[in-house]
């Protein structure tokens, strides 16, 4: 069981995490209609470094948006008062393994088997990916 300060740093921690990404994603927003803007000048843009920027802003935000829905998710259970029970075997998550990473949900062996499974599943989502099954 966490203590009352333990979960106000974790409460922090996530806070200004969260803070940082909705950041983070309106400097992508603004990057974006920058990019329209440009276009339509079109004369002095280098379109292809544009196209690189607009990729990688792209897949940051794509990223962002995975590690937003795992602060919030975390979040939601700190309110709960279930933030360090495993989802998986609901048993108590290591207070250090919670401070260090403050968005998970799983013990220590369940993510273990998390990840090895994970080691099968992507092995097949590449192969569908590529049209093959
Ligand atoms: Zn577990």
């Known amino acids: 069981m966490l203590s009352p300060s333990e979960l106000t740093i974790l409460k922090q921690t996530l806070s ?26 079109r004369d002095s843009i280098d379109e292809s470094t544009t196209e690189t920027f607009y990729a990688t802003a792209l897949r940051f935000h794509d ?3 995975d590690r937003m829905k795992l602060i919030e ?13 495993c989802v998986e075997c609901e048993e ?8 260090l990473l403050p968005i998970t949900s799983l013990c220590i062996e369940c993510q273990q088997d998390k990840e090895e499974h994970q080691e099968t599943e992507n092995t097949d989502d590449t192969i569908s990916a590529f049209g093959v099954v």
């Open 63 to 65: 990223r962002n948006k």
């Open 73 to 85: 998710q975390a979040l939601d259970r700190l309110e709960q008062g279930i933030i360090h029970l």
């Open 16 to 41: 200004a995490e969260k803070k940082t990404l909705i950041h983070q994603s309106q400097e992508g927003v603004l990057f974006s209609q920058n990019k329209d803007r440009s276009r339509q000048g």
């Open 92 to 99: 108590s998550i290591e207070t250090k393994r919670l401070l």
